[in-house]
Every structure is written in C-alpha cells, then in structure tokens.
C-alpha cells in the first residue's frame, strides 16, 4: 500500500505531447541548489549561506526493450545530431485526473542500456534511457503554494 495520496504507478510519459509508450520506471526528477558559505568580518556566531547554481540530475526511463525509437534517438545523438525535446511527466490520481506533472526541458538522449540477457532467470528484456536536460518546471495550471 502506498502512502500518501498518489500511487507511483499511475503515470503517463509524453515525448513532445506524444505519447511515448508504456514505461515500467521513471527515475531523476531531482534538483539540488548549491550553497556557498560567506565569512563576514566580526561575525564570529555564523556563516552567511548564499543560493549559488542550481543542477539538475538525469532522467532515466525505463521500459520493456519493444520498439526502437529511443535507441534510434540516441543512435543520432551519437552520429552528433541532438535533437532536443520536452518530456512531460504526468502523475495520476485514483480518477485518472492529474495530481501532479512536470515539464523536462530540452532532452536528449545521453546512454542507452539494455538489462543483462540471463535465461535462468525468466525477466522481461527493458531498456534505460537516461536523458539530460537543461531543467524542468512543474506544468501551467497545477496551481501554487503561495510562495
């Protein structure tokens, strides 16, 4: 049982606003503002902290290994033609309504893996797909906290 009010299993991934199949695991929406400390002259109590770069790490789907599309992205990648797009995570709630959506911006694909092939252990053949991106904003109409 989840918990919480939103399972991790309800979720739709677009690839700019077309579907871009079933995915069994989306993993990386994560960002991380950096620090940097400030001594300032006879304040000996504590440091200042200042807000410094903000990085983003890499989104990483994942899905059975069915149809090519996203090696043949990153097959042109490795050929040196990027082309970049806007993947939309979409998390629904139990009415199929969304409970929460983010909009990655400007991806591409950066590695491509395949699961090991082992026929003891009857697995399904998935692939990865790990992407970078320049960011990514919660979508238009999701509301605000007020900040």
């Not at 503002?33 to 000996?44: L, P």
């Not at 903000?54 to 090696?71: F, I, K």
């Not at 990865?128 to 990514?136: K, M």
Request: net charge negative; charged share 20%.
């Amino acid at each position: 049982m989840a918990i919480g009010p939103y399972s991790g299993f309800r979720f739709v991934v677009l690839v700019d606003q077309l579907e871009a199949g079933g995915f069994t695991k989306v993993r990386g929406l994560s960002r991380e503002t950096k620090v940097e400390s400030f001594r300032e002259g006879g304040v000996n109590d504590h440091e200042h902290k200042l807000a410094s770069l903000t990085t983003y790490g890499n989104l990483v789907l994942e899905r059975g290994l069915a149809d090519p599309a996203l090696y043949a992205w990153h097959q042109a990648v490795v050929e040196g033609m990027v082309k970049r797009a806007i993947i939309t995570v979409t998390l629904r709630n139990t009415e199929g309504g969304t409970a929460w959506s983010w909009n990655v911006l400007n991806a591409y694909p950066v590695k491509w893996t395949v699961t090991d092939f082992d026929a003891n252990s009857g697995q399904v053949a998935a692939e990865s797909v790990e992407f970078a991106h320049t960011g990514y904003l919660l979508r238009p109409g999701l509301g605000s906290i007020g900040l």
